[in-house]
């Protein structure tokens, strides 16, 4: 049932193309009096205007078209069809007389909506034809709304016929306008911009289908990425009719693409991360052993020039091991693997310990290192000890590195304080050579060096970029001063909160750390699979004390089956060998064996660096670490902290 159409509702405009004036009156009579029909008439007595009209307002303003088939400037069947091939969407009710009703009939099957025999309709058969119009209009807008917002157009075409249609979307998707839509004629043009559609309808004429992705080109210049689905059909008349789907697939496209490259991102991150730790290994430990070897070199009877050789080969891998640590530490902040931890700390020992460390190089440059803390600063701090000292370790380092007299000092000031925490600056000067205005832009990127004519500095150029990177991502910011041949003033500001404890942690130092005199009589397990390292590890400890039984397996298999044969007072464990690796080989001790073997405490002895970064070798029930390559006294201090503890 057809409701009564709203007063409100905007009238349907029916185009008559009419030459007959008392005809046209008369159909504008019919529609009038129509209660069915909101309707306003648009009259035009030739072809040419009513063309005009539509080029000028657009076909979808128009319901329908009552189209006379003689007209001034056309005559018979050639006037539907130079409508149809300008516009092929158009509702079209031809008007022929009644000796023209077969070629009513053949007007439809071309491609019109209906006809109508002038005399012989009345009223009611106008109103029904127009309605199926109307309501065919509202389908029509509703697919090409559907198209729209799935961005889906269609096409037909069949250029023996001279004929070509396409969805307003297709127009969109190319980048043109639907209101000017494009003629078979103008289809088969070079250049057209739908010249890709005859590409894909030539193909499909050979292979009956075809279906590709590919990029096309919109007038404006912007690439879209599209679908594309074309049937080929051949028709009675032995012509072929170019129906097919595109649909616009850009965004899905660009959503794949960045996948992909994620993915590729991901997988290059995690290649590198394991190419860089594999790399690290098998570094650090030939190091281990250069160092080991030059230790135990320094303690036999040498003269003053073979003494010089062993401090240089000693020198020149500390520097190769600072480089390594240093590309370490840059894979572990660009693979985003930094995680800041909160714990409680003592400011001044963790001062202390970095002067301890750093001393030995400013005496042999004879530079006055010292620090000094605001006292208004609480000593017990809750923040990254670790970050903190590996930026202070950095600044430090390269204080030391570009000062030939003076001093390097660290100021610590307090820049504000609230309920629960404090904003401290640290400040690291020196006497230096400074650095220049124009290279102070750069002193923070990676591999940057200062040139200096006649001097070359040892390093990577990254000790800076790491220290800026640290403190980032603590959510401070660093900045530095200079002035050529004054020195610089490196400075970062972090927020610190509040300790509530004063019972941390301490770090083991000789100090703590109770001494084992050099005849203590105990044995140790050490699980090492690589020869010269087990060799300098036994020799160094023989060496510190003289009754120690060094047991040694090459992997975690012999170590279990020798701690089935003898207890042992402590096991340095290295975590990477064959047949069973350090990691499975001490959870099976912890437990497998019984008290007391299975809580004897093992060390971790390993070439892999990331273990410093955390505590996750706890997890493994491991008591501690040592870094390869290792300092003597470092591991001495560790063993007798262990066995006293112990004990």
């Known amino acids: 049932m057809i409701e009564p159409h709203s007063q409100l509702e905007a009238p349907h405009k029916i185009l008559l ?10 159909v504008e009579l019919m529609l009038s009096d129509s209660q069915q029909l909101n309707c306003s008439i648009i009259h035009h007595k030739t072809l040419a205007d009513g063309i ?3 080029n000028q307002y657009g076909a979808r303003e128009v319901a329908a078209v009552l189209l006379d088939l003689s007209l001034p400037d056309s005559e018979g069947f050639d006037t539907l069809g130079k409508l149809i091939q300008r516009f092929p969407n158009l509702n079209i009710i031809v008007l022929t007389g009644l000796d023209d009703k077969g070629l009513g009939v053949q007007a439809v099957r071309s491609g019109a909506q209906d006809f109508l025999v002038k005399g012989y309709f009345d009223d009611g058969q106008l109103a029904k034809a127009l309605r199926y119009s109307i309501a065919r209009n509202n ?8 198209q729209r917002i799935a961005r889906i157009g269609h096409w037909e075409c069949s250029p023996q016929d001279h004929y070509f249609t396409a969805s307003e979307e297709t127009y969109r998707i190319f980048g043109l306008s639907p209101q000017r839509p ?11 911009p739908f010249s890709i559609l005859l590409q894909l309808q030539s193909e499909a004429q050979e292979k009956g289908k075809v279906q590709k992705d590919l990029w096309i080109n919109q007038k404006d210049g912007e690439r879209r990425y599209i679908a594309a689905v074309c049937t080929a059909n051949r028709l009675s008349n032995g012509a072929f009719l170019f129906n097919g ?17 994620r993915d590729l991102a991901q997988h290059t991150a995690k290649v590198r991360e394991q190419f860089i730790a594999g790399i690290s290994h098998e570094m650090r430990t030939p190091m281990n052993a250069i160092l080991g070897l030059s230790n135990l070199l320094g303690q036999t009877h040498l003269d003053e020039e073979q003494t010089g050789y062993v401090q240089s080969i000693k ?12 590309i370490l530490q840059v894979a572990t902040l660009q693979n985003n693997k930094i995680r800041i931890e909160k714990k409680e700390f003592q400011l001044s020992l963790l001062l202390n310990n970095l002067v301890g460390v750093m001393k030995h190089k400013a005496l042999e440059k004879g530079l006055a290192f010292s620090t000094e803390i605001d006292p208004s600063i609480p000593d017990i701090l809750k923040g990254d000890a670790l970050r903190l000292n590996q930026v202070l370790y950095n600044l430090v380092g390269n204080a030391l590195k570009f000062t030939d007299n003076g001093f390097v000092k660290i100021f610590i000031r307090l820049q504000e304080e609230k309920e629960n925490r404090v904003r401290l600056r640290f400040d690291v000067k020196d006497s230096g050579i400074g650095i220049k205005e124009n290279e102070l832009k750069t002193i923070f990127e990676a591999f940057a060096r200062v040139p200096q004519s006649g001097r070359l500095y040892e390093g990577t150029g990254l000790g800076l970029p790491i220290a800026k990177s640290l403190v980032e991502v603590q959510g401070g910011q660093i900045e530095v001063k200079s002035t050529p041949g004054k020195g610089s003033c490196f400075s970062f500001s972090l927020w610190l909160e509040k300790g509530t404890s004063a019972q941390i942690p301490k770090a083991h130092t000789p100090e703590d750390t109770p001494q084992l005199p050099a005849n203590a009589v105990f044995r140790l397990l ?42 042992v007072d402590i096991i340095l464990m290295d975590l990477q060998m064959p047949v069973r690796d350090g990691y499975s080989t001490t959870k099976y001790i912890r437990q497998q064996f019984q008290p007391p073997l299975s809580e004897v405490p093992i060390l971790a002895m390993t070439a892999h660096a990331h273990i410093s970064q955390d505590e996750s070798f706890r997890k493994h029930g491991l008591d501690d670490f040592v870094l390869k390559p290792f300092e003597p006294e470092q591991l001495f201090q560790k063993i007798e902290y262990y066995l006293t503890h112990i004990a």
């Open 17 to 26: 193309i009419e030459d007959d004036l008392n005809y046209a009156y008369l």
């Open 52 to 54: 005009g009209y539509l």
């Open 139 to 146: 389908i029509l807008r509703r697919l090409e709304e559907t």
């Open 182 to 192: 494009f003629s078979c004629e103008e289809l088969m043009e070079p250049n057209c």
């Open 245 to 261: 789907i595109i649909q616009d697939i850009t965004e899905r496209k660009q959503a794949e693409e960045l996948k992909k490259a």
């Open 315 to 326: 020198q020149s891998s500390e520097v190769l091991l600072g480089i390594i640590n240093d």
């Open 526 to 567: 050490l699980v090492e699979d690589h020869k010269l390292n087990q060799a300098v590890a036994r020799k160094t400890l023989e060496k510190k004390w003289k009754n120690i039984e060094v047991l040694v397996a090459e992997n975690g298999e012999e170590a279990i089956h020798l701690l089935r044969q003898k207890p």
